[in-house]
């Protein structure tokens, strides 16, 4: 990789960011043999906060993108769900053993490196430590972008997957002032975990936190990824989040969860989540984004991996069939990204105002609990087995609903589960 500030190097598709919607991104648009270069402000291993936790969606993706966990030291495949409702109820909502994973918890410093590490190996450049500043032009001939510690880049189309403050989106002047997110969400990791929570991932949804929820995901050897999310305007503002944070953890159900020798580890972290995808600018021009950067979580639970992975490749694949048109390969991608999200998205919003009360949440939790088939397959749409709106979306029917084996991934899905 050049060095000069002045080197000018060209290539199909510029990738600025390097998460999990760039690497999908990357890995489609290289598979279709384009020339793809991927840059990263960051160099890998890279933190980023966030619950770390997989969906069956995010898996499936990974499944699809040929994706090998056995690349994450502390890849922890889990099936032991337990949900805990306002009103003091705790509940066992296994997924299914011995099919396969349908959900995993791995921390993103090693997740997001086990990534760029598979497009490295399948031949996709990537520059890291350099700083996507701006776009200096944009016409029918490519678009021109400044990029400090690498130079001058000219691609044909840039896809923007630099996350919830995109400075790629800013640089076009697209940025909504004031926007700070739908969610905001807080997160630390702790060890010497004795009590359930060890070997459960729970989900607590405390009456003040509604619409939001406080979640343990268990890493291996007593380690937990613990945290908290809340919707903005609700009953905490962000601000109020460092004090609240000692509260949630004295609170009796978590504390007798986690266990008397629990140690917290480190510094804790809290970062906005951008939850509005019908809304969102998703092209412009040679410019498609993706991910955080397309504000693509689930605006129910704020995950976001998975559709950022599958927004990445999304915008890779419509790059690779519709090449050699810009016009054609903005709409290609509008309208996966509609036909995939948009429908999920309203119907996540409807959700979500049901959980905004603690009578909502209770009888929602009610119901998924009622018997043993709404507590399965409960948790598998909660954890994206299907699309959220499946059932108002009959061109996403198929004959397996809700049936399929989990994600087979290579050599670690087979390893330990917790359960
Ligand atoms: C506390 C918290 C908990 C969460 N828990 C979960 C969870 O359990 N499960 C889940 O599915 N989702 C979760 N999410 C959401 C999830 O973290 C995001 O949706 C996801 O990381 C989005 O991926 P991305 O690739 O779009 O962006 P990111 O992962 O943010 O990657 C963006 C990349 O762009 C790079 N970049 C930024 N600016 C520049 C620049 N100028 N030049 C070059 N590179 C640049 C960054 O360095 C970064 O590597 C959580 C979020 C938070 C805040």
Redesign the pocket.
């Given at each position: 990789m050049p060095d000069s500030q002045s080197a000018t190097l060209t290539c199909d598709v510029l990738v600025?960011?390097?998460?999990?919607?760039?690497i999908a991104a990357a890995l489609e648009a290289h598979n279709a043999g384009r020339d793809v270069l991927v840059?990263?402000?960051?160099t890998f291993p890279?933190d980023?906060?966030?619950?770390?936790?997989?969906?069956t969606g995010?898996l499936r993706v990974l499944e699809s993108l040929g994706f090998d966990p056995s690349r994450v030291a502390s890849w922890t495949p889990t099936t032991n769900v337990w949900l805990r409702s306002p009103s003091g109820r705790e509940m066992s909502m296994p997924l299914p053993e011995g099919r396969g994973t349908f959900a995993a918890i791995a921390p993103r410093i090693e997740f997001?490196d086990a990534l760029v590490r598979t497009a490295i190996d399948r031949g996709v450049r990537i520059a890291q430590g350099?700083?996507?500043t701006r776009i200096a032009e944009s016409n029918d001939s490519g678009v021109t972008v400044e990029v400090d510690g690498l130079g001058t880049v000219h691609a044909q189309y840039v896809v923007a997957?630099?996350?919830?403050?995109s400075?790629v989106r800013k640089s076009l002047g697209l940025s909504t002032p004031g926007y700070l997110g739908e969610w905001h969400?807080?997160?630390q990791y702790a060890s010497n975990v004795t009590g359930p929570a060890k070997d459960r991932l729970i989900v607590w949804f405390d009456e003040d936190l509604l619409p939001g929820y406080a979640w343990s995901?268990p890493l291996r050897n007593g380690r937990v990824n613990i945290?908290f999310?809340i919707l903005r305007g609700g009953r905490h503002s962000v601000q109020d989040m460092n004090a609240l944070w000692p509260d949630i953890l004295s609170r009796p159900h978590v504390r007798a969860a986690l266990g008397e020798t629990v140690t917290l580890e480190g510094r804790h972290t809290?970062?906005?989540?951008p939850a509005r995808v019908t809304s969102a600018t998703l092209t412009h021009d040679r410019v498609l984004f993706?991910?955080?950067?397309a504000c693509a979580?689930d605006t129910l639970t704020?995950?976001?991996?998975?559709?950022?992975l599958a927004s990445g490749q999304l915008a890779g694949r419509a790059i690779a069939a519709e090449f050699t048109s810009a016009s054609r390969v903005a709409r290609t991608y509008r309208r996966s990204m509609k036909s995939t999200f948009f429908a999920d998205h309203r119907m996540s919003v409807v959700l979500g105002a049901i959980l905004r009360s603690s009578l909502g949440a209770r009888g929602a939790l009610r119901l998924a609990n009622s018997n043993d088939w709404t507590r399965r397959n409960f948790v598998r749409w909660m954890f994206e087995d299907e699309p959220r709106a499946a059932i108002f979306t009959p061109s996403r029917w198929h004959r397996g609903f809700l049936k399929r084996p989990g994600v087979e991934l290579g050599s670690a899905s087979n390893g330990t589960v917790v359960s």
């Open positions: 600025v960011g390097a998460g999990p919607a760039g840059i990263d402000k960051a890279r980023k906060c966030c619950g770390d936790g997989l969906t995010a997001d350099v700083t996507f997957a630099d996350g919830m403050w400075p969400a807080f997160r995901f945290g999310g809290a970062w906005p989540i993706v991910g955080d950067a979580t704020g995950e976001g991996i998975g559709q950022a």
